[in-house]
C-alpha cells in the first residue's frame, strides 16, 4: 500500500498532535470548529445546505460561549465545596507562625 504524500503529511500531523501542549489542542480544537462554522454560515463550499442549518450556524460560537462559561462556573463552584481542609498542616503553619513570632520577639522585633 503506498501513500500519498498527503496522506504521509497527515499521519505525521496525527503524530505530533499527542506531543502538543494542552493550549495547543485547545487551539486546534476552537480553530476546527471555527473553521466548519464559518464554512456552513457562509455557505463557503456552496453543498446548498438548507436555510435552517445556517440560522442554527449563526448563534453557535455565542451558543458555545455560554455553555463554556456555565460548565467553568459549574466546574469551580464544585471544586469549592469539595475542597478538603487539611486540619494537621494547618497546625503545622500555625505552630510555625508561633516559632518564627517567638524567634523575632528574641531578636528584639517588637509585635
Known amino acids: 500500500a503506498h501513500l500519498w504524500p498527503t496522506q504521509c503529511k497527515l499521519l505525521l500531523f496525527v503524530a505530533e498532535i499527542s506531543i502538543m501542549t494542552k493550549l495547543l489542542q485547545w487551539l486546534f480544537g476552537v480553530s476546527l470548529l471555527g473553521a466548519v462554522w464559518a464554512l456552513v454560515a457562509f455557505d463557503l ?43 494537621e498542616a494547618a497546625r503545622e503553619l500555625q505552630e510555625q507562625i508561633k516559632e518564627a513570632k517567638e524567634d523575632l520577639r528574641k531578636k528584639g522585633l517588637k509585635m
Open 45 to 87: 463550499l456552496e453543498l446548498s445546505l438548507p436555510r435552517t442549518y445556517r440560522e442554527v450556524a449563526w448563534p453557535m460560537p455565542l451558543y458555545l460561549l455560554v455553555s463554556f462559561g456555565c460548565y467553568s462556573l459549574a466546574t469551580v463552584g464544585y471544586r469549592v465545596a469539595t475542597f478538603n481542609d487539611c486540619d
